[in-house]
Each structure stands twice: as C-alpha cells, then as structure tokens.
Nanobody, 123 residues
Framework: QVQLVESGGGLVQAGDSLRLSCLVS????????MGWFRQAPGKEREFVAA???????YHADSVKGRFIISRDNPKNTVYLQMNSLKPEDTAVYYC?????????????????WGQGTQVTVSS
C-alpha cells in the first residue's frame, strides 16, 4: 500500500518562505509522477505543481516564479519550495502520486493522496 505523508506547513507572514515535504512509502518514488495541490476553505482543490519521473516540472500560473517542485528519488521525497508567500496562498496543501505519463494537472488523474498540511500566510 502506497502512503504519502506531508510535512512542513505552518503559520508565516507574507513574503516568507516555507518548504513542504512529502515522504512516499510502500513503493519507490521513481514509479510515479508527483503533484502538489491545495484547497482553501470554500474552494475546490487547485493544481499547484507537478514533476514527472524524469524531473520535468510544470507550475500553475498563480505560483510560477515563486514555488518550485523537486524530487529526491533516493530519499523517496518530493518537495515544494514556496517563496514570497502571499495571504492568498493560505490553504491545505496535498501531495499526490499518479501512475500516468505526461503532465497531469487534474486531481482526478492522481491515484494516491496524502492527508494534507496546513499553510497559513498572514498579511
């Protein structure tokens, strides 16, 4: 059984940085395309960033230039470096794994999910 566990969330001020981590267990990270999503109260889950098996990345326009997704296959860990945080980045952030190929931005095409980690950005 594949398990994903996020960590690194917290309360920060606007302009600060955070790094989220997602530890994958049960199968090697290199088997999956990985993504980060977020969900703010009252809103739908939103794509943030994805990284494919070869390391190619894709970021949503709302975070491009501020957030960076990366993966460390030997550590079975995916990261989301978040810089220049804004109050509108406040949400629960989820890590997800997909068996598909290519860039996948739809939550429905991800097969495994973590429990989420809260990120709160104060103004």
């Amino acid at each position: 059984q594949v398990q994903l566990v996020e960590s690194g969330g917290g309360l920060v001020q606007a302009g600060d940085s955070l790094r989220l981590s997602c530890l994958v267990s049960g199968r090697t990270l290199s088997s999956y395309k990985m993504g980060w999503f977020r969900q703010a109260p009252g809103k739908e889950r939103e794509f943030v960033a994805a990284i494919n098996r070869g390391g190619g990345t894709y970021h949503a326009d709302s975070v491009k230039g501020r957030f960076i997704i990366s993966r460390d296959n030997p550590k079975n860990t995916v990261y989301l470096q978040m810089n220049s945080l804004k109050p509108e980045d406040t949400a629960v952030y989820y890590c997800a794994a997909s068996n598909e190929f290519g860039i996948v931005t739809s939550a429905a095409r991800y097969d495994y999910w973590g429990q989420g980690t809260q990120v709160t950005v104060s103004s």
